[in-house]
């Protein structure tokens, strides 16, 4: 009896072990169809499942109509939970209606429900906490989002085109349309893209836990129109209230070191602006398009401004900066393109600075561009009552309104006892 070649056998063997694992991994991706949804099927041992679409189908299966996905579902003896809307799962569905989504779903995939013109309505259960890029992408007939609790929305981790939100425009939270928003205490960060397009929201009260605000979280919300960013509130991400053209009030934290790229651009309703004591730098187009915007006050931590941070701000009549030092471009270059102010046409505009500091000003970069420099009055740069004046029947607001137990740096408004009102800068 003649043996078989070493290799011979090599190879039968590896095939042999290719065609277990490919068996193995085949029956770890079964897909299959219950009630008219298809799932994919994960092993028994991992028992979940993901909706997906017809794998006999190219491209996507045409479900219609009202969709309702359990939280569990049963194939050969074996209860699967279902965790994950896959990819690309109901893509395209153009007569999709409605979709219910089971609570203990964590995951809608990427371009879920991409192209689904007519869904008008869907839930979004509070255990997910992954919405990935272009899942509800070009959903444009979407008018309701309905949620059952507002901090687990707070963290869900949304893509690009991922937020229903942004063309549904409505939010109910237990079956009641929200339009006052209050961010609740245990939130300590609001998501990127977390209230993205909510045009029906008209104010948002900030949790004591809320830390950080993520970018585009409030782009869009355009009847929102008075914000206070609470002094626990320590970051705020870029774009976070782009193009919030009813924001009239901004009230900021002094714990914010720098305020985010295009953060408030396009906020065309602001008409006074304060940045207040503790911030350090004002990055690229933060406040441009602020096209009402009269009067900024600029406190002395600010060191750094970004290109066009007041760009196309064109009604700028008073800016007040206490810094002893001009504040430099947040670039290792001087040009045009760095101009903190460009086409705000700042040379009809008057800056007020410390009166040891205009020389300074009218040599630095961008500053020396105002039409007029003059010093800052020793009521603009700071105020002392004693006692036997009236202070303590004396009241102190931010510029946002609210009333402040004692007067921090920066700009506040003072009501005096006789009643009258005053905005000074407190040193």
């Not at 869907?122 to 070009?138: G, H, K, L, M, Y």
């Not at 063309?167 to 960060?189: C, W």
């Not at 396009?266 to 915007?293: Q, R, T, V």
């Not at 105002?370 to 004693?386: D, H, K, P, R, V």
Request: net charge negative; with cysteine; glycine share 8%.
């Amino acid at each position: 009896m003649t043996n078989k070649p070493p290799f011979l056998f090599m190879k039968r063997t590896l095939l042999f072990i290719l065609t277990i694992a490919i068996s193995i991994l085949a029956k770890a991706t079964d897909i299959v169809e219950i009630d008219g949804i298809f799932y994919e099927l994960k092993p028994v041992k991992v028992g979940t499942a993901s909706v997906t679409s017809d794998p006999a189908v190219v491209g996507y299966k045409l479900y219609a109509g009202d969709i309702s996905i359990p939280a569990t579902i049963e194939y050969e003896g074996n209860t699967y939970k279902v965790t994950e809307i896959a990819k690309y799962a109901f893509m395209g569905c153009r007569e999709l209606l409605s979709a219910t989504l089971p609570d203990g779903l964590t995951t809608i995939g990427f371009g879920a429900f991409d192209g689904c013109s007519s869904l008008i309505s869907i839930n979004i259960p509070s255990s997910v906490t992954t919405i990935d890029q272009w899942a509800f992408r070009e959903c444009a007939g979407l008018t309701a989002v309905s949620i059952t609790d507002i901090a687990a929305w707070c963290g869900i981790a949304f893509g690009d085109y991922s937020n229903p939100l942004y063309y549904a425009k409505h939010l109910f939270v237990d079956g009641k349309e929200i339009t006052e928003l209050r961010i609740p205490d245990n939130v300590t960060s609001i998501g990127d893209r977390a209230f993205n397009g909510f045009e029906k929201l008209q104010s948002v009260e900030l949790g004591n836990g809320v830390k950080s605000i993520g970018s585009y979280a409030f782009a869009w919300c355009n009847l929102l129109s008075t914000i206070v960013i609470p002094e626990n509130v320590e970051t705020i991400g870029s774009y976070a209230f782009y193009e919030c053209i009813g924001l009239s009030s901004l009230s900021l934290s002094n714990q914010i070191e720098k305020i985010a790229n295009r953060s408030f651009s396009g906020c065309s309703s602001l008409e006074e602006l304060n940045i207040p004591y503790g911030i350090k730098e004002i990055d690229n187009g933060a406040f441009e398009k602020c096209n009402k915007l009269k009067k900024i006050y600029i406190s002395e931590s600010v060191e750094k401004i970004g290109a066009g941070a007041f760009g196309n701000c064109e009604n700028i009549t008073d800016v007040y900066c206490l810094a002893l030092i001009p504040p430099v471009p947040n670039t290792f270059y001087y040009s045009t393109l760095s101009n903190y102010f460009w086409q705000s046409y700042i040379n009809y505009s008057t800056l007020h600075v410390p009166e040891s500091s205009i020389d300074s000003y009218k040599n630095a970069f961008t500053w020396s561009d105002f039409g007029t420099i003059i010093a800052l009055t020793n009521e603009e740069t700071s105020i002392q009552y004693t006692k036997d004046k009236g202070e303590s029947s004396m009241q102190y607001y931010s510029l946002g309104g609210n009333l402040l137990k004692t007067p921090r740096k920066g700009i506040n408004i003072i009501k005096l006892p006789n009643g009258k009102a005053k905005t000074v800068i407190m040193k």
